[in-house]
């Protein structure tokens, strides 16, 4: 039992290294195949996210510029038409208030979102107003807008709050008076709305911002993400706005997904920003949402490497298993062999030590024998015939024995003829047909007319047979049941079966009844040599012999011998003594 | 006239006690334990059998054969060996000898070979 755990053992130790080894070995190949997949990838996705990222900067670059050059001519729109009044209108003209106000109705029908109009002379005193608010006569000399006016001529302001306190912007020209030498300034405004309005009209998509931002980094128009009108943008836009003006500047938002995008407008200093949250990588994934067949080819190709894979790693293992498994079998049979030679020569040489004294003993015990028979009438005579009987019987054990070790140690040399088995084995049945008849064994005889003829050697074989036969006689009761069947199915071997119902052998002494000396027989029945000497014949013939056996069901020894047979006469020397 | 038969054996007990045992069978046997004495004897008085063992002081087996068969060629030559190696007795066989036995012999089986060597020997030189 203890010798069955420790095979299993073994055996669960050595499954489970097979297991690692395949699992391993399905890693390995893995890695070797999936890294030129996994870098054809890389460098496949890297090249699609280049066009992606050429195509989303034209695309990007050309919204940028379509709204950027929308807001400017709105912006220049105003500014233009303010400069016409200024130039078509006299200042006594615009300083009449009911003439500014048929200007302002005039204006603001023919240019729209104006809010007011008004007149501011040299001291920054608005001198004449149309519009909704009271804002005639404020002073504006202070006002950023109203110095940069005086400065530049025309400008438009950043969005602020002013006297109105409602955000707007102011686009001012400045006219020179010559009658007066002097110049006033004329202003209108437009509501932060409108320029909400603006941006809203360039129809953004959900993951888009848009919005102006003033020089100085203020939001000029609401957003959606990133605060109100009049507000400091959060982050920078631009580094050095001056250094890239009028130019487009498209880059990836650092740690976050998205680009920015911005230009300078032309007569404001604004830029025109937009934010999206959008990436090339998003065109790649939409591209392979719109084409299933990459996704299906890809995924295929994946799920056949991996078949492979495990197929490849699968008989990979079971053919190292296999090699492995042969060279131990090998190993043992050679393992086996030898035992077999070395027991062999000393069975040789205990044998003929042990014949000499026998000899004389025989020799002695049948002189002994000889003088009482010719001594006629003695004293104790059948008393000492018996006692020599005894010796002789003693003797002719030993002779058997040593006769037995002799054979065992010889195995003599194969003398090939071809033979036909059925024939062979009805010729071995006939030296065991009157203990078979004795005893009522019944014997199932199934030979096979298609089995060809074998090139052996006729006196070994019947040994073999002789030797399991005799076996299976001495396994089975009275009356049991001994079944010889010859196999044939077409190919190079011929298989012999002999199977009895007798008591069976222990599964862990089967391993050992071809070593000689081994025996389940009672004691003086069997030497331990029969099984012994047939395995060696057999392997000498090259052939191979196997048993089953079950405790109480019966043994099933199955001999498969070599239609031609192929070990040559130096190889069977090598068994000699 | 009885048959003549000389063992040649060194192990003396069995030669002596084989050839008694012969001689209560009306055979002429005489037991040698050497070669030498051997080739003495068969030059002196040619036997019809000789029952030689294979291994022996002085010699081993083929030689004796030849130089047995070279003095006496009627004289058949029974091989009796404790080992009984196949090549030993194939050669032995070559070399002239006419049959083999392994010890422990059974003496009715050596009677039995020692009349057909002997019948054998008379019909080709009667």
Known sequence: MKQV?????????????????????????????GAPLLMVSVIAYLWLYGIAKDDFAIRFTEKIETTSLSMDYY???????????????????????????NIFHLFKREFGELVDLGVIDDKGIQKVYAGPFQLQGKNYATHEWYEKTIARGRYVSDVFIGYRNIPHFAIAVKKYIPSKATFCILRATINMESLNNRIAAMGLKGSEDAFLISSQNILQTDTRFYGKSMERLVFDVIDDRRSINKSIEIREITNKKGFIGHKKLENVDWHLVIVTSDSPHDKIIDLLRHNYTMVYLTIAVM??????????????????????????DAIAQSEHANR????GRLAAGVAHEINNPLAII???????KDILNISGATPHKDKFLGLIAAISDSVNRCRTITHRLLGFARQMDINMEMIDINSLIKDVLQFLEKEITYRDIKLELILNDEAPLIESDRGQLQQVFLNIINNAIDAVQDEGIISIKVDFSGGDSISISIQDNGHGIQEDKLKQIF?????????????????????????????????????????????????KNKNSREDAKKYQF | MSKKILIVDDEDEFGSTLAERLLIRDYDAKAVYDVEKAMIEIRQSPPDIV???????????????????????KTKILMITGHGSQQNVKDALENGAEGFMIKPINIEELLDKIET????????NP
């Open chain 1, 340 to 343: 077999l030679a070395s027991i």
């Open chain 2, 51 to 73: 029952l030689l063992d294979l291994r022996m002081p002085g010699g081993f087996g083929m030689s004796t054969i030849k130089a047995i068969k070279e003095i006496s060629p």
């Open chain 2, 117 to 124: 060597l002997y019948n054998q020997s008379q019909a080709i």
């Open chain 1, 303 to 328: 799920v056949m490497c991996i078949i492979l894979n495990f197929n490849i790693s699968r008989r990979m293992v079971n053919w190292i298993q296999t090699s492995e498994k042969n060279r131990e």
């Open chain 1, 515 to 563: 070593e000689p000396f081994y025996t389940t027989k009672e004691k003086g029945k069997g030497t331990g040599l029969g099984l012994s000497i047939t395995y060696g014949i057999v392997q000498k013939l090259g052939g191979d012999i196997r048993v089953e056996s079950k405790v109480g069901i019966g043994t099933k020894f199955t001999v498969e011998l070599p239609l």
């Open chain 1, 5 to 33: 755990s420790i095979t299993k053992l073994i055996e669960s130790f050595r499954n489970n290294r097979f297991r690692v080894l395949k699992i391993k070995l399905f890693f390995i190949i893995g890695a070797i195949a």
């Open chain 1, 362 to 368: 025989n020799e002695k015990a049948g002189l002994m």
């Open chain 1, 75 to 101: 912006i220049s729109e105003k500014l233009s038409g303010l400069q016409f009044l200024a130039s078509a209108y006299s200042y006594e003209s615009l300083s009449e208030q009911k003439n500014l106000n």
